[in-house]
């Protein structure tokens, strides 16, 4: 097991090598927070301490951590075939683990495409709805419509239909012919609201007004994430994401729902389609697939698309696009292990059974310090708070690091707190993790 020296260094070697992801690396490496290992609800850190999870990793671990099903799964699988193409190839994981996927699915969404990441899901979804659109003599449909504060990985797809500044400023031109929708928050008009705000000035009218301004058949497909978490949990309003798809059905554009963080029980259904009783044409996964045991993402496809595109006595290739790892073995016996679990401990609806308790625990942070604004639905939680005047996110992460210091993993988004612990949560967990953050809160007080 590896330690931390007091200058911040592995006892492998120093940290200058690794440049971490989304991460102040100057910072991190002057003082890093690092976890060894994991079991249940609860990382260990390099200090021994016990960090209760409250966040399932990256939004990725719903059954918890150290699940023996999905390393055995994993172990036997690279034993047994490490790795085979699925270019003009095949093995029996993918299809199998696709076969099941579709079985948990929104009806009609059978079709399964792999990739490595939730990015590459969307980058994925973004071009066969352009090469769907081409397929049924509508080439002129290139335009793609995303959402102000929307994140849909890092991909160049992603960040041009992404709404998050930081994350396209200094990435030059981006794809053009995208549009984006207004984001849906309104804290003075539906501040602690306890799960679908009702708010809503009609959102998703603002849809019509992009069609009138470039005409429907110019546009291929909207994507939005139907409930919004790294931009700090953005709720839809009731009806929106209906009135959305009644909007892309009237005018011929494909509606993608990026379901990357909302797949796999993380609001009490599957997916969230099912949750709010909307149909996509395609949905965006990763995450949860794999547990996060194994990096794989999958797009769910309608059967229509893919009749579409995929003529049953053509000898050509239909879709020009793939990754070497699509459909990779190890990551499917590691999502097939996933799925086994999720059925056998109901971890599908778990959120739905957990989400009043979750609620009340939410919302027991009101009047706290530097409380603006609680948002909750399934076993999501967006904690805003006051930022500090000229020092956007630093009282944010000033309690991410106290947080972590007294025992908990929080995730922070600007000012922004987002909760997602595993689906195996236990009520006792719900407690200590809000006792903790309250308590935080109540004693964090900034300085430079
Ligand atoms: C909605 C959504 N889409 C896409 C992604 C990107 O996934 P990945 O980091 O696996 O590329 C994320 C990651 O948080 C996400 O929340």
Redesign the pocket.
């Known amino acids: 097991m590896q330690g931390i020296n007091k200058q911040g260094t592995t006892s492998s070697g120093n940290m200058d090598a690794f440049w971490m992801p989304f991460t102040a690396n100057s910072q991190f490496k002057s003082a890093p927070r690092m976890l060894v290992s994991a079991e249940g609800m609860y990382y260990t850190s390099e200090d021994k301490r016990k960090i209760l999870d409250g966040t399932a990793g ?2 990725c671990c719903n059954a918890g951590h150290g699940r023996h099903e999905i390393s055995e799964a994993v172990a036997s699988q690279i034993h047994n075939l490490d790795f085979a193409p699925t270019f003009q190839m095949g093995h029996p994981l993918p299809f199998e683990f696709a076969e099941s996927l579709s079985e948990i699915a929104p009806s009609g969404l059978n079709r399964v495409f792999f990739t ?7 980058d994925t979804a973004l071009k066969i709805a352009l090469a769907y659109q081409r397929c049924i003599g509508q080439g002129t449909r290139t335009r793609l419509i995303g959402r102000e504060r ?6 160049f797809g ?1 960040i041009s239909v992404g709404g998050i500044v930081n994350n396209r400023k200094t990435f030059g031109s981006l794809l053009t012919g995208v549009d984006h929708l207004p984001h849906t928050l309104s804290i003075e008009n539906s501040g602690f609201s306890k799960g679908l705000p009702d708010y809503d000035p009609g959102w998703a009218e603002s849809l019509n007004n992009i069609v009138t301004l470039h005409d429907a058949s110019n546009i291929a497909a909207v994507i939005v ?1 139907p409930i ?3 931009t700090g949990v953005i709720l839809p309003p009731k009806g929106y994401l209906k009135r959305l798809r009644e909007i892309c059905t009237q005018h011929g554009i494909l509606l993608i729902f ?5 797949g796999f029980g993380r609001i009490g259904s599957p997916f969230a389609a099912q949750e709010f009783d909307v149909k996509p044409d395609i949905i ?1 996964t ?2 949860g697939l794999t547990n996060g045991a194994i ?1 794989m ?1 999958a797009v769910f496809v309608s059967d229509e698309i893919y009749q579409a595109m995929v003529a049953p006595d053509s000898q050509a290739i239909e879709l020009f696009h793939g990754y070497t790892y699509s459909g990779h073995p190890v990551a499917a016996a590691a999502g097939l292990a996933t799925l086994d679990i999720y059925r056998n401990e109901n971890l599908y609806t778990r959120a739905a059974e957990l989400s009043d308790y979750w609620e009340q625990a939410v919302h027991s942070l009101k009047g706290l310090p530097h409380v603006k604004d609680l948002r909750n639905y399934g076993l999501i939680a967006g904690i805003e708070l006051e930022g500090i005047a000229g020092k956007p996110g630093s009282r944010a992460f000033q309690v991410f690091t106290k947080c972590f210091e007294k025992g908990a993993l929080i995730r922070v988004t600007g000012d922004i707190i987002a909760l997602s612990p595993p689906l195996i949560i236990e009520k006792q967990h719900i407690d200590d993790l809000f006792t903790l953050i309250a308590d935080v809160l109540q004693n964090i007080d900034y300085k430079e």
């Open positions: 990256l939004w490595n990441s939730g990015s590459e899901s969307v929307g994140y849909h990985g890092v991909g992603g994430e919004a978490g790294s990026d379901e990357v963080i909302t965006t990763a995450k990096p993402g």
